[in-house]
């Protein structure tokens, strides 16, 4: 059963960095896209980043274009989302989602800072990033 764990996140000051991790059981990564998504307080989940099962296709939210970096190690069947120059509206709990299929879906999720719509991605149990000084 596909299944993923997210980890990394925690405590920070603006203008640091951390590092998530999404870690992929139960299915090959090489055969999946991966997304990262965040829902912060009050607010919906919006999508951030995304990368192609190949990890050749990547795109990036505007909000976090020139901040966050979106990577895969499909050796050690985990994505990663480096975090730099983190703010206090980053602050949010943080969630990688797996799609075998439908990576433009998951490109336009991305694009417009929304929730990835149907239901055909694997969730995982998010990771809480808060940012304050």
């Known amino acids: 059963q596909l299944q993923l764990v997210e980890s990394g996140g925690g405590l920070v000051q603006p203008g640091e960095s951390l590092t998530l991790s999404c870690v992929v059981t139960?299915?090959?990564?090489?055969?999946?896209?991966i997304g990262w998504f965040r829902r912060a307080p009050g607010k919906g989940r919006e999508g951030l980043a995304s990368?192609?099962?190949?990890?050749?296709?990547?795109n990036y939210a505007d909000s976090v274009n020139d901040r966050f970096t979106i990577s895969r190690d499909n050796a050690k069947n985990t994505v990663y989302l480096q975090m730099n120059s983190l703010k206090p509206d980053d602050t949010a709990v943080y969630y990688c989602?797996?799609?075998?299929?439908?990576?433009?879906?998951?490109?336009?999720?991305?694009?417009?800072?929304?929730?990835?719509?149907?239901?055909?991605?694997?969730w995982g149990q998010g990771t809480q990033v808060t940012v304050s000084s």
């Open positions: 990368i192609n099962k190949s990890g050749v296709v990547t």
């Open positions: 989602v797996a799609l075998r299929h439908g990576y433009a879906a998951l490109r336009t999720a991305v694009e417009s800072q929304k929730d990835l719509t149907g239901d055909s991605g694997s």
């Open positions: 139960g299915f090959t990564l090489d055969y999946l896209h």
